[in-house]
């Protein structure tokens, strides 16, 4: 589980719940060098986060009170890449993917998945700038 260019890359986990934030953040910081973590536990502190010092992934949850993972979603720059995570097996997941994000992992957590789908993810946020700088558009 690495990243395929130098320097670690920065992950914001948002989930209301503390469980499933530890629960990602010891999965991701078990390879300090490949990343960094940072946490909101709801959509208006993400939303911050994200203005001030934008990641290089996403993993927000579907269902918050207040701001909800698909308003945050909608207000997220598209260059970023963003999983959505959720418990839910109702429409949302297939919503959140109409409005841009990569991919949504199911709770509780296979974390095989989520070892190949973040750097497939990563790897996504610089496929359009590169393809755009080769066709010198």
């Known amino acids: 589980m690495t990243p395929s260019d130098g320097g670690p890359k920065k992950i914001l986990i948002v989930d209301d719940d503390p469980e499933v934030v530890e629960i990602l953040r010891r999965f ?3 390879t300090p060098k ?3 973590v940072q946490t909101a536990s709801n959509g208006s502190e993400a939303v911050e986060l994200l203005r001030r ?3 290089d992934l996403v993993m927000l949850d579907i269902t918050m009170p ?3 993972g698909i308003e945050v979603l909608k207000a997220i720059d598209r260059t970023i890449p963003v999983m959505m995570v959720t418990g ?3 429409a949302t997941p297939a919503e959140a993917l109409k409005l841009g994000a990569f991919a949504y992992i199911p709770k509780p957590f296979d974390f095989a998945y989520v070892e190949q789908l973040v750097p497939l993810a990563l790897t996504r946020r610089r496929a ?3 393809w755009v700088s080769r066709s010198g558009v």
């Open 88 to 90: 839910n097996t109702d």
């Open 34 to 36: 490949a990343y960094v």
């Open 128 to 130: 359009p700038q590169a």
């Open 28 to 30: 991701f910081e078990k």
């Open 53 to 55: 010092d934008p990641p």
């Open 66 to 68: 207040g701001m909800s």
